[in-house]
């Protein structure tokens, strides 16, 4: 019985550290962290590789644009231009849901996700905004997240999930 309750106990605490989202933050200067311009938008990426492990190959890019003539009563969001690549040999999962996008300074706060009226859905061009979907290798996915409200000091946070591990990709920003 101890035999049977002492895997039980192993088993558990390694399906709770396992479950345990991994960071992988965008530092300047870096070998994984980059950055380039492409049509007026300053894009940070994230680029995470190993050449003995052909499965890993993954590429996570934001961009971050404020409007103040949103639908709403404030009128304020913040688009989050988003490119996902898979350049390894492993599917993994994106889910927009699961993005969030936290304001530093005095008064941090997580800006929600900004739900898109019908009317302006139906009429938002087809792959503008990024939809959940299952990256597969060589593939990649583009597309729009929208937060409601804006603010200076930003962070915004990328979750994917690889064969039932998730890594959260975070991604510094500082507005003017």
């Excluded at 980059?34 to 003995?52: E, T």
């Excluded at 190959?57 to 934001?62: D, F, K, T």
Aim: proline share 6%; net charge positive; hydrophobic share 40%.
């Amino acid at each position: 019985m101890h035999l049977v309750k002492y895997f039980f106990l192993t088993m558990l605490a390694a399906t709770a550290v396992g479950a345990a989202d991994k960071s992988v933050p965008w530092q300047e200067g870096n070998a994984y962290s980059s950055s380039f311009l492409y049509n007026g938008f300053a894009y940070k990426i994230i680029r995470i590789f190993h050449n003995q492990d052909p499965s890993t190959g993954r590429s996570v890019g934001v961009a971050i644009d404020a409007s103040q003539s949103c639908p709403g009563k404030s009128g304020k969001c913040m688009f989050a231009l988003v490119l996902v690549e898979n350049e390894g040999t492993r599917p993994f999962d994106v889910d927009p849901k699961t993005f969030s996008c936290e304001c530093g300074g005095k008064k941090s706060k997580v800006l929600s996700l900004y739900n898109i009226p019908s009317y302006l859905r139906s009429a938002t061009p087809p792959g503008f905004l990024l939809l959940g979907n299952i990256v597969a290798p060589s593939e990649h996915l583009r597309g729009a997240v929208i937060f409601g409200g804006t603010c200076a000091d930003l962070v915004v946070r990328i979750p994917i999930v690889v064969a039932g591990q998730r890594l959260v990709f975070e991604f510094p920003f500082t507005r003017k």
